[in-house]
């Protein structure tokens, strides 16, 4: 449990242009000069990030993650993502938190997941940089760069394809076997 950051300017487009922005709380308006045009209409900041909130939902939903009994909350202010609940396993836990994560405007996920057996040890995390690939991760973190169809099945759905990764994504690095 705890806080883990990520790249707010990479990862999957979900919200509109500015919405997430539009979630930041900003200073109030002041009011109109006499004979000057209204004010814009406040923006309701709780409702953006509900709106947010679910769409990073939809999208844990869409990588057929469970989502039945997890609780996800988005804070524009922050940026930040606070997932609850309970999950089946160390893996789909990790899963959950890197689908949260790994969305532009994220800036953190707040871990508040419990794993129900929690046999498995935890996996560590890399972020992508420029240059790299599957191949030079696993070379990096196993020794063999063959073996990175172990990251890529540690990574599915979020991943489709082993050559479909980006600069600022968080990957699960599962323990060598």
Known sequence: MGLMS???EAGEKLFHIGEAKAATPTAAPAAPAAGAAPAAP?????ALNEKAGAAITNYVKSQNLPTEGIDIKFDGASGTVTVS???PDQAT???LLLCCG???YVAGVNDMLVVAQAAEPASQWYT???GDNLSKIAKQF???PNKYPVIFEANKPMLSHPDKIYPGQMLRIPPAA
């Not at 406040?42 to 709780?46: L, N, T, Y």
Request: hydrophobic residues 45%; proline residues 0%; without cysteine.
């Open 6 to 8: 990520f790249i707010k």
């Open 42 to 46: 406040a923006v309701d900041v709780a």
């Open 85 to 87: 609940g309970t999950v």
């Open 93 to 95: 836990k990790e899963k």
């Open 102 to 104: 790994n969305v532009q």
């Open 128 to 130: 992508v940089v420029s």
């Open 142 to 144: 196993y020794g063999n």
